[in-house]
């Protein structure tokens, strides 16, 4: 999920510190970054690839919500609230096909794909009915090399416009005709943003991945800060092979394998962008892959990522992506294991924040964006009215 960094001069920098602990492990922060982080941002759903039909869906869980995106019957792409208007059940799960109806497995309430009511079981038992008013809640789309975001609350910048200084740079990799090749969804023992932390600097990676670094060159470019939300860092693939078959077996076949639509700069990098909150996405000359960290609960999180690549039916791809795939899901398997560890030693009563290094600029940004957004954040301690509401009394009322 990273690369390494070239060392970055810190003199004439002044000190910057870690968010303090209590803030990865409360049940308010959670809620409240939920609420002002999480639903006024773009949160990725799918490839449209994977909504090639009318009728197709996919949903996407966010906290307590839930959005089905899918393919209209006039072509379109729209989203809508995955709950029923009569009393809120869910409609759909995962990822499939409608065949021209939503229909919900309730009490059978059935909704156009372009989200109108349109009929209602025992409807003679109801009074009148403003069938207009009751088709599902929509939600905001957007869509940016290929990839269909929705945004709950608020108004942000359209995609395009966050995307617009790196569009030149991804454009030869065609990402809007690429294809579904694996997805995955996994559950990490860390808060949410111990994972987007570690996504946001490369300085663990010598010690962290070792894979990784002794793959990469020690030119790292830096990950800059662009505009919108995003930062990006390119690594460079060393030509000295590696002490180990599979990486040492990528490392020639890429050498090897024409990979005509790209620029010569492009065949041997690896190119690693961040989208605050909660988005990482990773370009390599094989394929790319996304992945997305949410909230699932205190002190714990839901990874979810797919990866694609262009058609392409030539055995040394194939051969060329599984290599891929095994080095990164050992990169993700030391990832996991690093966050654990760090919820772990966060719950300690000896542990007061540590200076960041200049190479952990990209994860001070985060947290300078969680101190605005949440201003409790920057206390030492949980403010007295973040105290946990008390459960109700079980038994009978």
């Given at each position: 999920m990273n690369s390494p960094l070239a060392a970055v001069p810190a003199s004439g920098l002044s000190a910057r510190y870690a968010l303090p602990a209590w803030?990865?492990?409360?049940?308010?922060?959670?809620?409240?970054?939920?609420?002002?982080?999480?639903?006024?941002?773009?949160?990725?759903?799918?490839?449209?690839?994977?909504?090639?039909?009318?009728?197709?869906?996919?949903?996407?869980?966010?906290?307590?919500?839930?959005?089905?995106?899918?393919?209209?019957?006039?072509?379109?792409?729209?989203?809508?609230?995955?709950?029923?208007?009569?009393?809120?059940?869910?409609?759909?799960?995962?990822?499939?096909?409608?065949?021209?109806?939503?229909?919900?497995?309730?009490?059978?309430?059935?909704?156009?794909?372009?989200?109108?009511?349109?009929?209602?079981?025992?409807?003679?038992?109801?009074?009148?009915?403003?069938?207009?008013?009751?088709?599902?809640?929509?939600?905001?789309?957007?869509?940016?090399?290929?990839?269909?975001?929705?945004?709950?609350?608020?108004?942000p910048p359209r995609l395009g416009e966050v995307w617009a200084d790196v569009a030149a740079e991804l454009a030869p990799h065609r990402i809007d005709e690429m294809q579904l090749l694996s997805s995955y969804v996994e559950h990490w023992e860390c808060d949410w943003k111990v994972a987007?932390?570690?996504?946001?600097?490369?300085?663990?990676?010598?010690?962290?991945?070792?894979?990784?670094?002794?793959?990469?060159?020690?030119?790292?470019?830096?990950?800059r800060k662009l505009p919108g939300g995003l930062a990006r860092g390119i690594g460079w693939l060393r030509e000295q092979p590696s002490t180990r078959w599979s990486e040492r077996a990528y490392q020639g076949l890429l050498a090897r394998l024409p990979i005509e639509h790209l620029p010569e700069e492009h065949r041997r990098r690896w190119s690693f962008y961040s989208q605050i909150p909660n988005l990482g996405i990773d370009i390599f000359p094989d394929q790319m892959d996304f992945f997305q960290v949410l909230p699932n609960g205190t002190g714990r999180c839901t990874v979810r990522g797919a990866c694609y690549g262009l058609p392409d039916s030539r055995r040394e791809m194939r051969v060329l992506r599984y290599l891929n795939a095994r080095i990164n899901r050992e990169v993700q398997r030391e990832d996991r294991q690093l966050c654990r560890r760090v919820q772990l030693g966060l719950a300690s009563g000896a542990y007061r924040p540590g200076p960041l290094s200049s190479l952990e600029d990209c994860m001070a940004v985060f947290h300078d964006l969680l101190r605005e957004r949440i201003p409790e954040a920057r206390l030492p301690a949980a403010p007295a009215h973040f105290a946990p509401v008390a459960p109700a009394p079980q038994g009978r009322v």
């Open positions: 803030v990865y492990d409360h049940p308010q922060m959670t809620r409240l970054e939920y609420e002002r982080l999480l639903l006024p941002s773009w949160q990725i759903v799918c490839h449209v690839s994977e909504l090639a039909r009318p009728g197709d869906y996919h949903t996407l869980d966010l906290g307590r919500d839930s959005v089905i995106v899918l393919r209209n019957s006039r072509g379109g792409i729209d989203a809508f609230h995955n709950s029923c208007r009569h009393r809120g059940a869910r409609l759909l799960e995962g990822a499939g096909h409608c065949p021209g109806i939503i229909t919900c497995p309730y009490h059978g309430w059935s909704y156009r794909l372009s989200g109108e009511l349109q009929s209602v079981t025992a409807r003679n038992t109801f009074g009148s009915l403003d069938r207009a008013a009751l088709g599902l809640h929509p939600v905001r789309t957007d869509v940016v090399f290929g990839f269909v975001f929705v945004c709950l609350v608020g108004d987007m932390d570690n996504y946001l600097e490369s300085y663990h990676v010598p010690i962290g991945h070792p894979g990784l670094y002794r793959l990469s060159r020690p030119d790292y470019e830096d990950q």
